[in-house]
């Protein structure tokens, strides 16, 4: 009872702090089997390219290819995680919150070409994922992490074309991620810094609402944005407060460049 008790206070507590986003590891030990985790995380995605992977449009410009160049220039997502320990060395987790992303690019519509701007609201944002690690001495160890996060929400955008104005738009946003993770980690103290790669990809997806361009709307129907690079590296430290208490910072490069603050407690 005192443990579930204590797991909604943390999860409470938790999801009320600030902005994070997508996919950090959050750590590099698992909880140990039987054990319940509670974790907030928040993260930051300055910067991550992406590439056009289909666009369709519709009215005026119908059947017309589309060029982009998106980048992400923001992207928040706050995260309550809640892990559960199957063996020792094997964590399942899951994760909920809620998050948005800002994404930006130059964009060509046959040789009609302008800039575009979408940001979608604060949506509902959930996941889950499975961390295991294997011992090579008493101090030095290597896991690996796997985990999948979608999110769901409306967003506005702008069309600022060349010589004709600038066009708003609005719709339906859905973005998912989803990566793996190998790393080496060390225990040394209280500290528990680990290095590793990662392979992940991102999705976004975005449907317009109002395709009339004569009614102010914009002649696109939908469009479909991919990250451009799939492998980055990482790294990052856990700091343990006492028996159940963890910090975590964790930084991501190369593919992207984000970094996230954690805190955890192991009942």
Not at 175 to 180: D, E, L, P, S, T
Not at 182 to 197: E, H, M, Q, R, S
Not at 230 to 241: E, L, S
Request: net charge negative; with cysteine.
């Amino acid at each position: 009872m005192k443990r579930i008790l204590g797991l909604i206070m943390a999860a409470v507590l938790f999801s009320g702090v600030g902005y994070a986003s997508a996919s950090t590891i959050g750590g590099a030990e698992t909880s140990g089997q039987g054990i319940v985790a509670a974790a907030f995380e928040q993260e930051v995605v300055f910067e991550r390219k992406m590439r056009q992977d289909k666009g369709k449009t519709t009215g005026v410009a119908e059947g017309q290819d589309i060029s982009s160049k998106p980048k992400i220039e923001g992207m928040n997502t706050s995260l309550v995680k809640i892990s559960y320990g199957l063996l020792d060395n094997l964590d399942v987790y899951v994760k909920l919150g809620g998050g948005n992303v800002k994404t930006t690019g130059d964009w060509l519509i046959e040789d009609v070409g302008g800039s575009m701007k979408l940001k979608s609201d604060y949506g509902f944002t959930y996941g889950l994922g499975a961390k295991g690690t294997y011992n090579l001495t008493d101090d030095w160890f290597v896991g690996c992490d796997i985990q999948y996060l979608r999110s769901e929400t409306d967003y506005k955008g702008t069309f600022d074309i060349e010589e004709m104005g600038e066009y708003g738009f609005s719709g339906n946003s859905t973005w998912q991620a989803w990566q793996v993770a190998p790393y080496v980690a060390l225990k040394a103290g209280n500290f528990v810094p680990y290095l590793g790669i990662k392979y992940s990809d991102l999705i976004q997806k975005y449907k317009n609402d109002n395709t009339d361009i004569s009614n102010g709307g914009f002649p696109m129907e939908s469009l479909t944005t991919r990250s451009k690079g799939n492998c980055g590296v990482f790294v990052g430290t856990d700091y343990r407060i006492g028996t159940n208490w963890k910090l975590n910072i964790e930084g991501r490069f190369i593919d992207e460049t984000a970094m996230s603050l954690g805190a955890s407690y192991k009942f």
